[in-house]
């Protein structure tokens, strides 16, 4: 059973540049979830995604978006990226209605 | 509003010893609770989670917490550490209401095991 997967494990951007991360759910889920965690943060939650919408908002710029397509694979896009960007971005699957989120091992951006 | 806080920004144990990591929240509903580990450089694996019943819970690598509603806590635990549960662990409130379900995580707490 394949767990979440991520892609790519590294990025490195420079300032103002345009960034896409990838993530493939949980075998099964139909939810995924973006998070951003800075060094030494916990994770913060910018949005999740449910039949191809996004449900839910953390307290992020319109900066990121993101997409979700018809098998449940999502997209996390950053435009004009700035220095505080750099953070590993997490994406986690769950199921809907279920209450558990699983993690995948997330994408590391490095902003120049 | 929904927040999560672990008092301790890191802890040092021996190999052997007892563990207690500390984790309170607030919530203004019934909350599910949740424990994580994170290995560096790696994602989250879930350690164990609290929805109802049982506040005593059993997860995975001999781990425990207890859910305390007078006190709004969620301690981990564990009766003997071993130098691979050295990671840093992060506790986790999920707010599933009609809208979705967003995880407010604590800042974590960075377990150090000595030999």
């Known amino acids: 059973d394949a767990g979440v997967t991520q892609s790519p494990t590294h990025l490195i951007k420079t300032r103002g540049q345009q960034v896409t991360l990838r993530c493939s759910p949980k075998?099964?889920?139909?939810?995924v979830s973006w998070y951003q965690q800075a060094l030494g943060q916990g994770p913060q939650f910018i949005f999740q995604y449910y039949e191809e919408e996004e449900r839910q908002r953390g307290n992020f710029p319109d900066r990121f978006s993101g997409h979700q397509f018809p098998n449940y694979s999502s997209e996390l896009n950053v435009n004009a990226l700035l220095l505080g960007d750099s953070a590993l971005y997490l994406c986690?699957?769950?199921?809907?209605?279920?209450?558990?989120?699983?993690f995948g091992p997330g994408t590391r951006l490095l902003v120049l | 509003a929904q927040s999560v806080t672990q008092p301790d920004i890191h802890i040092t144990v021996s190999e052997g010893a007892s563990l207690e990591l500390r984790c309170n929240y607030s919530y203004g509903a019934t909350p599910y609770l949740f424990w994580y580990v994170q290995s560096p450089g790696q994602g989250l694996q879930l350690l164990l989670k609290?929805?109802?019943?049982?506040?005593l819970v059993q997860g995975i690598k001999g781990f425990e917490a207890e859910f305390k509603r007078s006190q709004s806590s969620f301690n981990l635990r564990k009766p003997s550490v071993h130098w691979s549960d050295a990671a840093e662990y992060f506790c986790a409130v999920g707010a599933l209401d009609l809208t979705g379900n967003q995880f407010y995580f604590g800042t974590g707490t960075s377990l150090t095991v000595i030999p």
């Open positions: 075998s099964g889920h139909d939810t």
């Open positions: 986690a699957s769950s199921l809907e209605g279920l209450e558990t989120q699983y």
């Open positions: 609290y929805f109802s019943g049982d506040t």
